[in-house]
């Protein structure tokens, strides 16, 4: 393995204002590799994409690509050194179509006028045949001139590699690139990589999804606390291994789920309608049981959520609770009877950001913690607060800490506590730990857990399926907004699961 | 690669405008030839300064003083104008004078990190100001000769103004630019979203002086074409005025968040503006009348904008009941 590596960071120190953020990190990148990089959340991962990206400076080390060192401005220099990121969060424009999109920031130009050399138009023919090359390469099939938000997200993905290799790209990056894809599409992003491999591109993978380093990387580097932790050949090491080597410790049980007496069914949905989303979907839910819905991105799990909880109009169905007939109109209404929903989009569902994390706890029960004038009693917002904050165990220095600047486990934690607030008997959880790390996730399990053990009902949402499996009393499986069936724990299998969804 | 004529917002604005001109032409003296020239000489200085103030909102901001601008470069033209220097002259003086001030409302915006509403609406109140402290006789310019007015009142074959001509290629050159230049994708592309404009390699603050720069040009371009139809200027000639330009171009389906628009949608929201107040002149109604209801009308278009044809898309949902999001599902 001495091959000489394409893109060699050694040593890179990154201070923000009050932290440092990665500390005396190195890595090599090999020519035709796929190298995983792994770490919990605040690890340093992003901030390190960052620094080779080109958006941020790093205070010290250097960053050689093919042997010479790089001096980058801004990403679009990146670009053009052979080196393309796929940042986590979209940088695609939903309103401008594929093309624009591919070369945006680098058309392809000629003269308009031949006299007149510097009147340069964009060349949009020679545009079109270089994307049509790449949909070759990449064997993808996309109208260039649709809009971006007329796409589906793993098309996008699809594109913005498209619109890496338009660069001809040596090194690409992916920032956690299958965190909003359902399996299969996983399994098409994962083909392209290969190919990708093959034509030798290099790919820095980062992902916090420990089952896809295996499937995919040839080697793996860990981070913790911003520091380098380890490099290791895929095939060399296990996954608790890897687990210990980002969380630092070993964890015992990333799914604590506590067997709890299931009691008489509080909760009943009969045939749920909802045009073109929902197809008649009946299900029952019992005190202290924890109902998994599984299915792929698309198959109506979401939808479902919503139309229960009212944040969506159901044309048809009804609604029971112990056995008494409910109307929902609203959200309010689904709150005042306890049923509490926690979006799968924390930050823009979830979550006021900029506001305190008291102010986003107590946000559901203002009525309950007001005096007569509508004046909030401090007292009451801080004993509430305090004991969601100790009972979830969210790690802030005290109530009055600003949301945004919690890790994405606490900001999942706090979004649970706001709900809990509210004292509902049926918590509806879509995606609970979608972009959490590994050591929050084992937590927020535990809580879940607890939670079922004290009487209340909970539905879980998942696309992980592990997650489902550790922790559902019963699954029910979602397919094109129908039932696809029903599955009890102990005949719970992942491929069960699968050979309902698909 | 297929090319079907889609019911795009542009085209519907079109057809609207086509029908308004049809009935207008057959019921009032619209269809005379001093109606078409007044209607051609009014609307040209419009059309130019809606697209300037496109661009601005292309990038997602705003200038809330163009009209004060506008009102520097009639100013500035005027004043040289009456030293007897000529069109060829006081033209580049007056759009360098829109250049400038706008240039300075861009810099503030992204050197001070002030949106650009804050930036204009405080440059409105001082240029108004300025008019009446510093300008002599607040700025009033009258008599002004054959020097001055030949560009606004002259007309090729008696009917079609000067102005109309220049509007014309005006509009020709920003949807070309729009379409196919590297400024024009770069200002979709800041208005759409900085971060990812950056991602690509576009710098936004620059971009968006640029826009700032380009929108000065064009609004000393519609100042100097609006103040040469007159013989006397003022610079609170155009004061209120942009308000009319903006909405001109949000009925025309600019998007006001930015990243979202056509030119050729401006022009034709400039068109459709410029109809409905003179239909209601016609119609015999007061002016606050008009105001009012033109009010009602922007906020219907952008309830449009921002629904996106919603209304129409649910009929397509209907009948294939297929779910719009799930496109790309099987793909």
Redesign the interface.
């Known amino acids: 393995m001495e091959k000489q590596p394409i893109l060699d960071i050694c040593g890179i120190d990154k201070r923000f204002p009050g932290v440092l953020a990665l500390k005396d990190v190195s890595l090599q990148l090999l020519p035709g590799e796929v190298h995983a990089i792994c770490g919990e959340n605040g690890a340093g991962k992003s901030t390190l994409m960052k620094i080779i990206a080109g958006v941020y400076v790093a205070d010290t080390g250097s960053i050689l690509l093919d042997g010479q060192e790089l001096h980058l401005e801004n990403p679009n220099d990146a670009y053009k050194q052979g080196l393309s990121i796929i940042f986590q969060e979209s940088s695609l424009f939903p309103d401008l179509t594929v093309l624009e999109n591919l070369f945006m920031g680098h058309e392809e130009q000629k003269s308009l006028f031949p006299v007149l050399p510097f009147i340069r138009m964009n060349d949009i023919p020679k545009m079109r045949k270089r994307a049509k090359e790449i949909f070759i390469r990449l064997e993808m099939n996309v109208d260039l001139d649709e809009k971006i938000s007329a796409l589906g997200v793993a098309t996008k993905q699809m594109v913005e590699i498209a619109k890496a290799l338009t660069f001809d790209s040596k090194v690409l990056i992916l920032d956690e690139p299958t965190a909003a894809l359902t399996n299969k599409e996983v399994h098409t992003l994962f083909e392209t990589i290969r190919r990708l491999k093959q034509e030798g591109v290099s790919i820095l993978y980062i992902s916090h999804r420990l089952e896809e380093i295996f499937q995919i990387a040839d080697r793996v580097s860990v981070l913790r606390d911003g520091a380098y932790v380890a490099t290791a050949d895929v095939s060399d090491v296990s996954k608790p291994k890897l687990i210990s080597w980002m969380v630092g410790r070993f964890l015992e049980n990333l799914y604590p789920k506590e067997d709890v007496e299931i009691g008489e069914t509080v909760f009943e949905v009969k045939e749920l309608w909802q045009r073109g989303l929902l197809h008649g979907i009946s299900f029952s839910l019992g005190k202290g049981e924890i109902l998994g819905i599984a299915g792929l991105a698309g198959a109506g799990r979401t939808e479902l959520a919503l139309a229960v909880c009212g944040l969506s109009k159901a044309d048809k169905g009804e609604l029971l609770l112990n056995g008494k007939k409910l109307v929902i109109h609203q959200y309010r209404d689904a709150l005042d009877k306890g049923i509490a929903y926690i979006s799968e989009d924390r930050q823009r569902y979830g979550l006021v950001l900029p506001m305190t994390l008291k102010e986003n706890i107590t946000h559901k029960v203002l009525n309950r913690i007001c005096n007569v004038f509508g004046i909030i009693d401090r007292r009451k917002e801080n004993s509430i607060t305090d004991s969601y904050m100790s009972q979830l165990s969210i790690k802030a220095p005290d109530g009055s800490f600003v949301v945004s600047k919690l890790s994405g486990g606490n900001q999942q934690k706090v979004s649970v506590a706001k709900s809990l607030a509210a004292e509902p008997q049926i918590l509806i959880l879509d995606e609970p730990t979608r972009g959490v790390d590994v050591g929050a996730k084992s937590e927020l399990h535990r809580i879940i857990s607890n939670l079922a053990k004290a009487g209340k009902s909970i539905i879980i949402i998942s696309s992980d399926l592990p997650e489902i499996l550790g922790m559902s009393d019963r699954v029910m499986v979602m397919k094109n907004g129908c039932k696809a069936g029903e599955l009890l724990r102990a005949e719970l299998t992942q491929e069960r699961i699968l050979e309902m969804a698909l | 690669?297929k090319k079907s004529i889609r019911m795009t917002r542009e085209v519907v604005l079109a057809i609207i405008v086509a029908v308004f001109i049809l009935f207008l032409s057959l019921t009032t003296n619209f269809n005379t030839v001093s109606g078409i020239y007044s209607f051609m000489l009014d609307i040209s200085p419009t059309i130019v300064a809606a697209i300037a103030l496109s661009l601005v909102i292309f990038t997602g901001n705003i200038d809330i003083s163009a009209g004060t601008i506008m009102g520097f470069v009639a100013y500035t033209a005027g004043k040289l104008a009456e030293a007897g220097i000529p069109f060829v002259i006081f033209l580049p003086a007056g759009m360098l004078v829109g250049v400038a001030l706008a240039g300075l409302n861009g810099y503030i915006t992204v050197k001070f990190k002030v949106p650009s509403i804050v930036v204009t609406l405080a440059m409105n109140m001082v240029h108004i100001g300025f008019y009446a402290t510093f300008l002599p006789m607040s700025g009033w310019i009258e008599n002004l000769g054959e020097n001055f007015t030949w560009f606004g009142r002259g007309r090729f074959l008696n009917i079609i103004p000067y102005g109309f001509v220049l509007a014309f290629f005006v509009s020709l050159l920003f949807m070309?630019i729009m379409k196919?230049?590297?400024f024009g994708?770069?200002l979709?592309?800041v208005g759409?979203?900085i971060?990812?404009?950056?991602?690509?390699?576009?710098?936004p603050d620059r971009t968006v002086i640029k826009a700032f720069l380009m929108e000065g040009l064009l609004l000393g371009i519609a100042a100097v074409m609006k103040a040469t139809t007159r013989s006397d200027v003022m610079p609170s000639l155009f004061i209120g005025r942009e308000l009319f330009f903006i909405s001109a171009a949000l009925v025309g389906g600019v998007?006001i968040f930015g990243?979202?628009g056509k030119i050729f949608g401006t022009v034709m929201g400039a068109l459709l503006v410029y109809l409905l107040s003179i239909s209601m002149i016609y119609l015999g109604f007061q002016d606050y009348y008009q105001f009012a209801l033109q009010g009602i009308i922007i906020l219907a278009a952008v309830y449009i904008t921002v629904t996106d044809f919603s209304l129409l898309k649910k009929s397509y949902?209907k009948e294939t009941?297929?779910?719009?999001?799930?496109?790309?599902?099987e793909?």
């Open positions: 690669m070309f196919y230049t590297k994708k770069a979709y592309a759409g979203s971060q990812s404009a950056m991602y690509s390699g576009i710098d998007s990243g979202v949902c009941d297929e779910f719009p999001g799930k496109k790309g599902e793909a």
